[in-house]
């Protein structure tokens, strides 16, 4: 049977970004050491979270994709520890910028890429100004452990990401991310929303989800402030939370899968057998007309 082992991790991040990267390889490290073969490190850990703030200088932390000193490092972590990385990074490509994950297999070669599809825009989130919608579209990764999906934050909220995902093979889902307090509002807190989509996903395609949020606060440039709530977790096939972080703390969470058991599970629970694709045409539009 094909068991893996998966870790989801969260950490803070301040403006010593070789300090990030230290911090990010240690989690990465102890994870391998307690097993995981594949280790989600949250969204664009290299920095704070810039997007709080519009500021035209932040353009320049981003880098190409082909040689990225960013990918490179944690390529070279993956091979000595034989574990499979999404790395995600802030990508400049020719004219454009995006959000982006390089996929790092368990022998450090780097798979290709995603490009964050969904881009949020609202107070203290306004990534808009920074990334273009990614234009790879929902791809999936033959890993050496497993055959795996990956989405960036706000992609985390739309059920045909997941799905696209899914109908493509994918044995895990992982979300990095950035998500926390609303500057304009303190009293809305989204944690548990934030869970239970997700959740959702994992229950409507028998596959388990891996989420890694930030921690700490980030005081922006213009008087704002961001608390992201950590809380990561994983979920198994049936979207229930089996390992979760609390919001404040430092923290590693593995979880060990049986994918050949799941793989059953998911073709026996029949929700692919009976799908009617030829029905959902109003998904293809923004206003649901047919």
Known sequence: ?????????????????????????????????????????????????????????????????????????FAKLAAELNVVLPVSFFEKAGQTYFNSVAIVDADGAVLGLYRKSHIPDGPGYTEKYYFSPGDTGFRVWQTRHAKIGVGICWDQWFPEAARAMALQGAELLFYPTAIGSEPQDPTIDSAAHWQRVMQGHAAANVVPVIASNRIGKEPGRKGTELTFYGSSFITDQTGAKIAEADRTSETVLTATFDLDGIAKQRTAWGLFRDRRPELYRPLMTLDGRA
């Open 1 to 73: 049977m094909a068991h893996v082992t998966v870790a989801a991790t969260q950490m803070a991040c301040s403006w010593d970004l070789k300090g990030n990267i230290e911090r990010a390889e240690k989690l990465i490290r102890k994870a391998a050491a307690d097993g995981a073969r594949i280790i989600l490190i949250q969204e664009l850990f290299e920095a704070p979270y810039f997007c709080q703030d519009q500021i035209a200088e932040f353009f320049d932390m981003a880098k190409p994709f082909e040689s990225n000193p960013l990918i490179a490092h």
